[in-house]
């Protein structure tokens, strides 16, 4: 299993950005696919999920702001972020939970003026 995050950068409060994460290793439309971040001295937290039939569900701080989709003809997942704020500063992971949790190498994402 294989699941490899980019997008992310510096982008100004107020910005976007796409993350996209490619999956390998497994039957990507069988499984939920999630998006984590995790903040400097934070624990990391969920932020989406996406059910293998594309339910989405949201953590209520990003509500509204972010998209979490799929393609599962291109076994990929992605996270479109709007109307950034700096508290989003984090590195961003893509999961996903066969056995065991399995996940990315994350991709930072820092919203600064």
């Known amino acids: 299993v294989q699941l490899v995050e980019s997008g992310g950068g510096l982008v100004q409060p107020g910005g976007s950005l796409r993350l996209s994460c490619a999956a390998s290793?497994?039957?990507?439309?069988?499984?939920?696919m999630y998006w984590y971040r995790q903040a400097p001295g934070k624990e990391r937290e969920l932020v989406a999920v996406?059910?293998?039939?594309?339910?989405?569900n949201y953590a209520d701080s990003v509500k509204g702001r972010f998209t979490i989709s799929r393609d599962n003809a291109k076994n990929t997942v992605a996270l479109q972020m709007n109307s950034l704020k700096p508290e989003d500063t984090a590195v961003y992971y893509c999961?996903?939970?066969?056995?065991?949790?399995?996940w990315g190498q994350g991709t930072q994402v820092t919203v600064s003026s």
């Open positions: 290793g497994f039957t990507f439309s069988r499984y939920d």
């Open positions: 999961n996903t939970i066969l056995s065991r949790m399995y």
């Open positions: 996406i059910s293998s039939g594309g339910s989405t």
